[in-house]
């Protein structure tokens, strides 16, 4: 077999912009040919999707897999909605969520997981997708929660098929009662929070920057009253409990009766579960969060594929 060198990988890497090992792998198919090597790269699918990833892939679906008491949320992104639509992207994303609920949510190990009904890891069927589709695609990031004993309910608002949609949560409630009911406190709980969007389930778990940022902030807003110290800072610590029942969970105006608190409801519901009920965690993800879209100038886009540029 040919010497593979490392600046022949890195000539076909270059040339194609597939993966180093992708690379190396083609030319040790093809006895150290760059052109043979390049063939197969593109047989493969690996060049036609490393050409791919640069461009901006906020599009997609959010699944959710929960048995019991464990879930997975998952967001996979593609380029357009039009994609997100499509069945294998969709059929793709479902399966993965489900693998991803094996790992713990860890991405990396679930790209090496086998594909479930093909010979492909997650990974592979991915880059397959993207040769296939057209489209970069990427799994972006995946989260578990999970309890014992208790159950993980789950919620997909806008879902476009079981499982699948824009916004993604988990819910999960720690407790030894009945469990139908428990699932539907859960299910009931996961719809206030894909609505309210809390930062947390406890004030306690609040971010310390985030509060201490806030503090400054109203501490300057309330400075502007030209009030004694002593008022200001009674002043600011109302307004943080204004804030907690923004952002904390527990905290919040329940939305399906906006007469009372997610804490209270959560209380009065133990009574009919016939145990106590605690709310562990919660997970929320929402399409494309954090993600900077790009805003094409379709006149500077021409310019350049012309070389004029734009004055």
């Known amino acids: 077999m040919a010497e593979i060198s490392a600046s022949l990988v890195k000539e076909l890497r270059e040339r194609t912009g597939a993966g180093m090992m992708d690379c190396k792998k083609a030319l040790a198919e093809a006895g150290g040919d760059i052109e043979q090597a390049a063939d197969w790269l593109r047989k493969k699918g690996l060049a036609a999707a490393a050409k791919k990833a640069g461009r901006i892939a906020a599009e997609g679906l959010i699944g959710v897999a929960a048995e019991g008491g464990s879930g997975v949320v998952i967001e996979v992104n593609t380029e357009t909605d039009f994609v997100a639509r499509n069945d294998q992207f969709q059929n793709f994303t479902a399966k993965a969520a489900k693998e991803a609920l094996a790992v713990g949510g860890d991405v990396e190990k679930l790209k090496a997981r086998p594909f479930p009904g093909g010979s492909r890891t997650v990974g592979e069927e991915l880059t397959h997708l993207v040769a296939t589709i057209g489209e970069n695609m990427s799994i972006r990031r995946a989260q578990t929660v999970s309890v014992s004993p208790g159950v993980v309910a789950s919620y997909i608002h806008n879902q476009v098929a079981p499982g699948l949609g824009k916004i993604g949560v988990l819910v999960a409630l720690k407790s030894s009662g009945d469990a139908a009911k428990l ?3 859960g299910r009931q709980l996961a719809m206030h929070v894909a609505a309210a969007n809390p930062r947390s389930v406890r004030t306690a778990e609040l971010d310390p920057k985030l509060i201490d940022n806030e503090r400054k902030i109203l501490t300057e807003q309330a400075a502007g009253s030209g009030k004694p110290a002593e008022i200001i800072a009674k002043m600011v610590e109302g307004r943080l409990r204004k804030f907690y029942e923004e952002v904390v969970l527990l905290e919040q105006v329940y939305v399906i009766d ?5 804490g209270k409801v ?12 605690e709310v ?8 494309g969060e954090g993600i900077e879209k ?4 379709f006149a500077a886009e021409v310019a350049a594929a012309a070389g004029t540029g734009k004055a």
């Open 294 to 297: 790009r805003q094409d100038d």
């Open 258 to 262: 906006p007469d009372k608190k997610v």
């Open 280 to 287: 562990a965690a919660i997970a929320r993800y929402q399409l």
């Open 183 to 185: 699932a539907a406190l």
């Open 266 to 277: 959560v209380e009065a519901a133990a009574k009919d579960i016939g145990a106590p009920v």
